[in-house]
């Protein structure tokens, strides 16, 4: 906005759930997940990939804590959002938690139901490496799942 070129680059998109897959576990990936389908459960980008993206789209939905480099979210957290790089809210945008961020766009519109807290990007690494350690499904580059 106003001329700042900090857009989050695009990036390859590894995994895609798609509309109607609902997965219940915690995930970690690495690389690029675009989510139009429904995750219950925590969401955790890998610590040692650091342009790690999600994706969510609108019709695609979290039930949990999202843990990531870069985020674009135009659907439905319902947890606590932790953005280590930059996190961009789109209008319709729906957090139902605390959002933590180094570096924040927001579009009209989007909804953050929580508080907002701009911390360091060590501080925000930190604790996406304590929750990585946790069970969780690895997803692996490549991997589809549509309806």
């Known amino acids: 906005m106003w001329g700042n070129n900090n857009k989050i680059k695009s990036s390859k998109i590894d995994t895609l759930i798609g509309h109607g897959i609902e997965i219940t576990g915690d995930i970690k990936f690495a690389g690029g997940l675009h989510l139009d389908g429904k995750i219950v459960g925590n969401v955790n980008a890998d610590p040692g990939h650091d ?78 490496k304590e929750h990585s350690d946790s069970k969780v499904t690895e997803i692996q580059p490549g991997v589809a799942a549509q309806s």
């Not at 990531?68 to 139902?96: C, D, H, W």
């Not at 909804?111 to 911390?119: I, K, P, Q």
């Open 51 to 128: 342009n790690s993206v999600l994706v969510v789209s609108e019709s695609g939905s979290v039930e949990g804590d999202v843990s990531v480099s870069f985020a674009v979210i135009n659907g439905e957290v319902r947890g606590n959002v932790y953005a280590t790089q930059k996190l961009e809210l789109s209008p319709k945008a729906r957090i139902f938690g605390n959002v933590h961020y180094s570096l924040l766009e927001m579009a009209t519109g989007a909804e953050v139901n929580g508080r907002m807290v701009r911390e360091a990007e060590k501080k925000l690494l930190e604790h996406q």
